[in-house]
């Protein structure tokens, strides 16, 4: 497997870990750590962050490395829902449908990402998904600023799940939960791992504030206090600094209690046994021993990397790894994520860079195909070009008749090895012929939905100071006042499949869809011609050209040729085609299906018959 690149750009520092996938683990085959000057600026800080991307890109140069970096968990939303139990293929409309209700911002100005809770489920258990979003502007200006210095991401998650990544892949899984935090400059990710089951949250104490207190106490510029506060371990007069810290580390602490309190609101059978720290806050002297005493957890520092887990060549600075490993957890993450091996692999780059991440993995295959392609066709091209050249040279220069004949047979057999070679070249050249147009026809379903679907009501400055609950239920109240969502059109279901045909003509694509509406108090045949003016007919229009060709499939060839087929309508309830008698309370919508076939060109016309020629030509009159 190719190599990724973990890179956590820190408020005092880049720390970067090359990891690459291998039969025996995961193997770490470079890291860098670039401290930088903490600057309250933030230009001056951007400025520092900018230097020292460079100096990473000019030590390392990147040649196709697959790149992952993380968001702090303060510029992030998560929230943890449960849902009925559904087919997967339904599971991505009901979190999207949810996720429109929990983000507090319009679902068209945020990148959002979910995942399963991968856990063991009795039957009918409801589901536990976690949706995590961030605003899109902020990632726009993520991406320019790394962009300006040069650095090309192709995976964007958020730091407290590269902080549980890691922690999940490092260590066993152990009974009870467990705390982990990640302290650092500015803020403090707290992450409870509870088996297959995770939380994360924010808390609003950092090292900076650990910083601060040192400041203040003993009246020292910050610059002084950061160096006297790395420096602590070594000071003699370590119990009187940490004795400084210790009203805001009990401030900490309380955000902890408050947090766990929270989660166990959540998942009553949540028992937390203990507690990991990380961060390059977490090396003060007697820190593990001081949350031990006030958390009655057991806690320690990670210490170490799990062989049986990470490789390290023999080329990594061991030196640099070990005194910065508490700082190095985001990277490590983050690399385990690019490796595919993350539990949780959230991305929340926009949905441009994350098809060109996928471009960018196949292309090295993409380039293997057309180097067959083309060493078949060579190949075979070359090999008659040589033959043809024997038999023209023997029948010229040779007057005897056997090796004429042998000649003849030579050239014989190589012709009949080019028609395996040039069915194999057009087998080839056919991988990926086609799979653009799947990808084409979603921009054009996008291209006539309803322009209410991304209608949300937004909430005023006053409400948006309020508690996530109280903005919630304000925006459910606007929602209902507003008929927002009997404006909306639910694509349900949608599949796409390759018709077998027999033949090397084109092999069509039928496509269904399965359209519904909000009833309302309307009729359902008022709801059915909504749906085909809006969104059949529209779509029609559009596919009704190369490469789309569209067709009815229940009509002949060609007469179904520029239709689609309309079902009649179905009434469902919670948007739910298969939903039971008893869950028929809520949300009656009226549905239809929609069938079309993509892919087959337009039917040549037919010739018009000539008209036979009239006898007598126009003489004659009337009776």
């Not at 190599?3 to 690459?20: N, T």
């Amino acid at each position: 497997m190719a190599s990724v690149w973990g890179i956590d750009i820190g408020k005092a520092a880049l720390k970067a870990v090359k990891l690459r996938k291998t039969g025996e683990g995961l193997e770490i085959q470079a890291i860098e750590y670039i401290p930088y000057p903490v600057e309250e600026d933030e230009d001056e800080r951007q400025e520092h962050v900018n230097d020292a991307i460079r100096s990473f890109l000019t030590k390392h140069k990147l040649r196709g490395e697959q790149i992952v970096v993380g968001i702090p968990g303060l510029h992030a939303f998560s929230r943890f829902i449960n849902l009925p139990p559904v087919d997967k293929s339904k599971l991505s409309m009901m979190v999207r449908m949810e996720a429109q209700q929990q983000i507090p911002f319009p679902i068209n100005e945020v990148n959002w990402d979910f995942t399963k809770i991968e856990r063991d489920y009795e039957p009918g258990e409801e589901v536990e998904i976690g949706i995590f979003a961030t605003r899109s502007e902020l990632i726009d200006g993520f991406l320019g600023d790394l962009k300006e210095a040069g650095l090309h991401p192709d995976t964007i998650t958020i730091a407290p799940l590269a902080v549980y990544n890691f922690v999940r892949t490092n260590t066993e899984d152990k009974e009870g939960g467990t705390v982990i935090l990640d302290i650092g400059a500015e803020h403090t990710d707290l992450v409870i791992i509870d088996g297959e089951r995770f939380w994360i949250r924010n808390l609003r104490i950092a090292g900076n504030d650990i910083t601060k207190a040192l400041a203040d106490r003993f009246k020292i510029p910050f610059a002084e206090a950061e160096k006297l506060k790395k420096q602590s371990s070594k000071s003699q007069q370590a119990k009187k600094i940490f004795s400084a810290m210790e009203s805001t580390l009990k401030d900490l602490v309380g955000e902890i209690h408050r947090s766990v309190g929270f989660f166990k609101s959540q998942a009553d059978d949540l028992d937390v046994k203990r507690m990991v720290l990380m961060g390059d806050g977490a090396r003060l002297r007697n820190l593990p021993k001081f949350f031990k005493q006030q958390l009655k957890f057991d806690v320690k520092r990670v210490s170490s990397l799990a062989e049986d887990t990470f490789l390290i060549e023999e080329e990594v600075d061991l030196d640099t790894l070990k005194n910065h490993l508490l700082g190095f957890g985001v990277a490590l993450g983050l690399a385990v994520q690019g490796a595919g091996e993350a539990p949780c692999g959230i991305n929340l780059s926009p949905q441009q860079l994350q098809v060109q991440s996928k471009l960018k993995k196949k292309l090295p295959l993409a380039l293997v195909t057309m180097i067959l392609s083309w060493a078949a066709l060579g190949l075979s091209y070359a090999h008659w070009t040589r033959i043809k050249k024997k038999v023209y040279k023997t029948a010229k220069g040779m007057s005897d008749v056997g090796s004429w004949q042998q000649t003849q047979d030579d050239a014989t057999k190589a012709k009949e090895q080019i028609p395996p070679l040039e069915k194999r070249v057009k087998q080839l050249a056919e991988i990926g012929k086609g799979r653009t147009m799947v990808a084409q026809l979603i921009d054009q379903v996008r291209g006539v939905l309803p322009a209410t679907n991304d209608e949300l009501p937004k909430l005023d400055d006053d409400t948006r100071k309020k508690e996530v609950p109280a903005q919630r239920q304000s925006w459910e109240q606007l929602l209902r006042d507003n008929k927002t969502n009997l404006k909306k059109m639910w694509i349900l279901d949608w599949s796409l499949r390759r018709k077998d045909i027999q033949g090397e003509g084109p092999k069509p694509y039928e496509c269904t869809m399965r359209i519904a509406m909000a009833q309302g108090d309307r009729e359902a045949v008022e709801i059915r011609n909504q749906i085909r003016d809006d969104f059949v007919e529209p779509l029609k229009r559009r596919l009704g050209d190369a490469p789309f060709f569209v067709r009815n499939p229940e009509k002949t060839w060609p007469e179904g040729y520029g239709d689609a087929f309309l079902s009649q309508t179905e009434e469902i309830y919670q948007l739910d085609p298969d939903a039971r008698t008893e869950s028929r309370k809520s949300f009656p919508a009226v549905m239809v299906t929609v069938r079309f076939e993509l892919g087959m060109p337009k039917p040549k016309p037919k010739p018009k018959a000539e008209e036979p020629a009239q006898e007598g030509g126009d003489e004659g009159g009337d009776e």
